[in-house]
């Protein structure tokens, strides 16, 4: 009986508590709804158990200890009668005056971590407007305070993208523009550098430096005719030409400047100076540049093409030079252009056999694709450089897109044969027509006509048979010697009678069309 007893008391004390802190939170509710808000769900959930471990084993000991001396002071008779009124309660507090005091500590720290990130906040940014001060001090004379200026500007916003944009609305990109005509090959270099940083990942200074005349000045540093240009300012200026040129609405200003003809001097590397990160930036640029169609045209002024043709078979840039001529060729000047270089057909099925870039062979197919379906007279050249063999075999050990793309060059060469034979057709009708027509009614010249008519047809058809049938016939042949010298087999293997029987048999059905 004590021991229930003690127990109907616990309850009691506890539902007690409980209302006591409902009402303690209801009437403080407008007080502490914002450090709910402001408190961290980790530390909270963290303080609130230790809280609950400690206020609850307390309130369990302190319900013990009162249950037992309650129990021991009523008479023995009287123990079998609950006496719920008659003993006093538990001071008020316990949990809810703990959870009090921890939404208090929690707020001050909250308040001080705040303080703390102000102060932090105003202190980078008093210091990115001293670093602009000792920009806008346009005197070249003041010589170490811009530069070191730059260069803090280089280093900060390298890796810190709200510098970038902090730093442009203090005005920073101004003065570093402005320093690009001093003469200090150091302060050049480090407004190079504070440039290319600010324009990292932010559309509106790289337009913003546009804007300013960087462009301009920058091909300024690189036109003194009697003095030798510095490796490292060539370097800086490809490099910011590469992260200008991503701008769309840059594309067109850096295009009609003379900044084409500085990146294929680059490429060219006439004295052989340029790095092969300059090249790399150089390459790179002209492909951001060469998306745009206007610029195609100064592209062709230049000895581009030649030169990236014949660059082709290098690995390293092979890729990003078909890039740019993917681009060129989209233009009929670039069209011809790329026709117009010494054995271009030859060098791009060459490409072709590169089984081990699909990339390459996708963007070499995609350029003869072009070609063949824009330019008529291309077709036959592409014929010669051995392009169908090289297009059968694309078609069965290709990429998806290189397949398909190889399957529409193999139908513009099919409609172009079609298109030959109908030509012949045509001029030994014209040549028949012209003769004396003999006979006494019309329907004997019907009759003769219509039966002329369907020989030429069927000449017609079985000339086009017989030209795809050989198309084939060299096709496997081709196949079956690069098969063989795959498999380590002698060169003069001989196929099987089965095979020479499948080859003969083979007709135009059998072509991926």
């Known amino acids: 009986m004590a021991k229930c007893h003690g127990n109907d008391i616990g309850s009691l004390v506890l539902n007690r508590a409980t209302t006591s802190s409902s009402s303690s939170a209801t009437a403080n509710n407008s007080s502490t709804f914002n450090l709910w808000k402001s408190f961290s769900a980790a530390s909270l959930r963290r303080k609130l158990l230790s809280a609950i471990r400690c206020g609850g084993s307390g309130l369990s000991r302190r319900h013990r200890r009162e249950s037992t001396a309650s129990s021991a002071k009523i008479p023995a008779e009287e123990t079998s009668v609950p006496q719920e009124d008659t003993k006093p309660l538990p001071q008020r507090g316990g949990r809810s005056e703990k959870l009090c005091d921890l939404l208090n500590l929690a707020e001050i720290h909250e308040r001080h971590e705040n303080e703390a990130e102000t102060r932090k906040k105003v202190e980078e940014l008093e210091k990115l407007k001293r670093v602009v001060e000792d920009l806008q001090c346009v005197d070249c004379s003041s010589g170490g305070k811009t530069k070191t200026a730059a260069r803090d500007v280089r280093s900060i916003a390298k890796e810190n993208a709200e510098a970038r944009a902090t730093f442009a609305m203090l005005g920073a990109i101004p003065p570093l523009v402005g320093m690009l005509d001093c003469a200090d090959l150091d302060a050049q270099i480090a407004a190079l550098y504070a440039l290319l940083n600010l324009g990292i990942g932010n559309d509106m200074n790289k337009a913003a430096i546009v804007k300013a005349g960087a462009v301009h000045k920058m091909l300024k540093l690189i036109e003194s005719p009697n003095e030798t ?285």
């Open 229 to 513: 240009v510095d490796p490292s300012i060539s370097e800086a200026i490809a490099a910011n030409f590469l992260g200008l040129s991503a701008l769309d609405s840059n594309k067109p200003i850096i295009g009609s400047s003379d900044a084409i003809p500085f990146l294929v001097d680059i490429l060219l590397d006439l004295d052989r100076r340029s790095s092969a990160q300059a090249t790399q930036d150089a390459l790179r640029a002209l492909y951001n540049l060469s998306i745009f169609p206007s610029n195609v045209s100064f592209m062709l002024e230049t000895d581009l093409v030649p030169f990236l043709m014949n660059a082709l078979g290098d690995m390293e840039v092979s890729e990003r030079i078909l890039s740019v001529l993917s681009n060129i060729v989209s233009t009929p000047e670039g069209r011809k252009a790329i026709s117009a270089v010494r054995d271009t057909f030859t060098i791009l099925v060459d490409v072709l056999n590169w089984n081990d870039s699909p990339g390459c062979q996708e963007k070499a197919s995609y350029i003869l694709m072009v070609m063949a379906h824009k330019a008529y007279g291309d077709r036959q050249a592409m014929i010669e450089a051995g392009i169908v063999s090289a297009l059968l075999e694309l078609t069965l050990v290709g990429s998806t897109l290189a397949q398909k793309r190889a399957s529409r060059i193999l139908e513009c060469l099919r409609i172009n044969k079609g298109k030959q034979v109908s030509e012949n057709y045509g001029r030994n009708m014209g040549s028949a027509v012209s003769a004396p027509i003999c006979g006494s009614s019309s329907t004997s010249m019907t009759g003769v006509t219509k039966e002329g008519l369907e020989e030429e047809e069927e000449d017609m058809m079985s000339e086009e048979k017989k030209a795809v049938k050989q198309l084939v016939k060299q096709s496997l042949q081709n196949n079956m010697r690069r098969i063989a010298k795959r498999a380590n087999l002698p060169q003069d293997f001989v196929p099987s009678d089965h095979l020479k029987l499948l080859t003969l048999s083979s007709t135009s059905k059998s072509l991926p069309f």
